[in-house]
C-alpha cells in the first residue's frame, strides 16, 4: 500500500503544505503536482515590482530546487490533475499517467474571473486583453509597458490600482474603469476608498467609478482599440487589463463528490468533506475566529492554513480560526489590513489622511474587529493582536495621537 502524499497545485499554499508536511514528520514520498511550468514562486510582485521593473524570474522564487531536494518532494510541473479517484486513491494525470496516493491535499488556488460582455470570444482573444494570475501573464504585460502607451484597467481592486501605480511609474496613460460607486468597495469602508482614488487622481490616473462596460472597438489586427461604457463614453486603449475578482479551482473536487460552496468547504482543521483529503488556500471555504464562513485570498491565509493542512495530514491536527490579514501596495503608500470590519458600528482614526499616514479602526461594542493601516505598521501590528485577542479598545486613546498607542489596548 502507497504512503504517498500528493499535494495538487503548486502556488503559495502547496509549496507551504508539502515542506510543512514533511517537518511534521510525514515519513513517506510526497509529491507536489503543479499545472504550470514553474517552481512554486510568489504572485504578489506580479502587480508591484516584478511588472514594473526587469527582474529576473528567480528572484520571485518561494524556495530554491534544494530545497525541495533536501525535503524529499517531488515536484511534478507542467502537469494538471484531471480527476480524483477517492475510492481507489488514485490521481488522473494529463499525461495520462495515474499516481496512486494515501494522503490527498488540493491547493488549487483559483483563476482570474473572465469579463461576461456581448462577442467576449472576440474579445478575450484580441492580444492586447490581459489577466494578472500567473509570472507568464506578467511578463506578456509588461513587454508591452512603454511610456505614453494607454492602458485600460477594468477593475478598481487592489490587483487593478497595484497595476495602475506601476503603470503610472512605467509613463503609462492609466484609466480605471469600476463598476461599483467607489474603488477597493468589496474590502473597506468609504473613507479609505476616497483616499484612494484621490492618490491615484493626484498620480494621474483617470479612475471612472459606477462605469459599466458595454462594448469594445478592434483594430484590423484583432486587438482593441477602445472600450466603450454604458453611459456613452469611449476610452482609447493600447492594452486593456481585466482585474474582477478570482474563481477558485474547485472543479476536481466537485467533479470528486466533495463538497464546495464558494471554495472547497474545510472545517478548522482544513479537512473537506472527506476527512482524508485537506484542501487550503484561495480554493477554499473555511470557518474564520468570529464563525463565519470565508474565502481569503491572501499569503498569509495560504501560509497559515497550508501549516494546520499539513499537520491534520500528519496526525497532528491543530485548529484554525482565520484572522485575516493582507496587504497592498501602491506609490509611497503600504497599505495593512486585519480582520473583518463587516459589522462594525464605530470608525475611529489616528493619524492624517492628508499626510498619507493613518489607521482606520474598526469597533464594535468598544470590541476591534478591523484595522485598514496606510504606512502604520506599529498600528497594524498591534491592531493584529487585539482582534486576536477579542480586546475592547479604548476608542479616545486611539484617536488622540498625542497618547501611547499601547495605552488603547484592552
Ligand atoms: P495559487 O497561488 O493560485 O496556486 C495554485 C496553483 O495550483 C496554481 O499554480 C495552479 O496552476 C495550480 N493548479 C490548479 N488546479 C490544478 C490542477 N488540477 N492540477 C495541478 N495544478 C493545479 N496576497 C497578499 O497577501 N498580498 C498581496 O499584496 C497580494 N498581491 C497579489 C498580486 C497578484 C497579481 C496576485 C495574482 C495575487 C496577489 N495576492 C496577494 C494573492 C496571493 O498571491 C494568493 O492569495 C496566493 O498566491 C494563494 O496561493 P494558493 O497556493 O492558494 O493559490
Redesign the pocket.
Known sequence: MSNTACV?????????LALGLRRSGWGGPIVL????P?A?Y???????GY?GEKSERSALDLRQAAAYERSGIELLLG????GIDRAEKVLV??SGEARRYSCLAL??????KTLTVADSERVESAGNLFY???VD??ERLRARFSPGRRLVIIGGG??GL??AATGIAAGLEVTVLEAMPRVLARVTVPQVSSFYEAVHREAGVDIRTAVAIRCFDFRDSGEISAVHCADGTAVPADMVVV?IG?TP?T??AEAAGLAVDNGIVVDEFARTSDVHIVA?????NLPSFDGRRIR???????IDQ?RIAAATLAGKPQRYRANP?????QYDLRLQMAGLSAGHDQIVLRGSPARRSFAMFYLKRGQLLACDAVNRTPEFAAAKRWITQGCVVDAAVLADESLPLGAAGG
Not at 510568489?42 to 508591484?48: A, D
Not at 502537469?79 to 484531471?82: E, L, T
Open positions: 495538487i497545485g503548486a502556488g503559495q499554499a502547496g509549496c507551504e503536482i503543479g499545472a504550470e514553474h512554486p510568489q504572485r504578489p510582485p506580479l502587480s508591484k511588472l502537469c494538471r490533475v484531471d494525470l494529463s491547493a488549487t488556488g483559483g483563476r482570474p494578472l494570475r500567473t501573464d506578467a487592489y490587483i497595484e497595476i482585474g478570482l479551482n472543479e476536481i487550503a488556500g484561495d480554493c477554499a481569503l485570498e491572501s499569503v498569509q491565509n495560504a497550508a490579514w493582507f496587504w497592498s501596495e
